[in-house]
């Protein structure tokens, strides 16, 4: 069954370091946009940064500098670093991509970044 499954969230000091991954299960990234998302605690949704099916990367201006989308040469696991972590990047963090003409969304992972 395809699914995606994140994992790397966590409680982290300001002007720290995470790493964030998303794997993808019974499919593979390979030609496909990759976009992480958050949720932030005021349940407002936003996007965060996206690989398109050309390899080239765009972030939201908020991240722009600070977050970059890594990947694995497997086409398997898609990664977001994320450095300089500021208190307003605190959220539930998603990877989705779109296979078969349905959105695929991870589960979500916590990022707590405390000031």
């Known amino acids: 069954q395809e699914q995606l499954v994140e994992s790397g969230g966590g409680l982290v000091q300001a002007g720290g370091s995470l790493r964030l991954s998303c794997t993808a299960h019974g499919l593979l990234f390979r030609n496909r946009q990759i976009d992480w998302y958050r949720q932030t605690p005021e349940n407002q949704r936003e996007w965060v940064a996206g690989l398109t099916i050309h390899g080239t990367t765009d972030y939201a201006d908020s991240v722009k500098g600070r977050f970059t989308i890594p990947r694995d040469s497997d086409w398997e696991t898609v990664y977001l670093e994320m450095n300089s972590l500021k208190a307003e990047d605190t959220g539930v963090y998603y990877c989705?991509?779109?296979?078969?003409?349905?959105?695929?969304w991870g589960q979500g992972t916590q990022v707590t970044v405390s000031s």
């Open positions: 989705k991509t779109l296979f078969r003409g349905f959105d695929y």
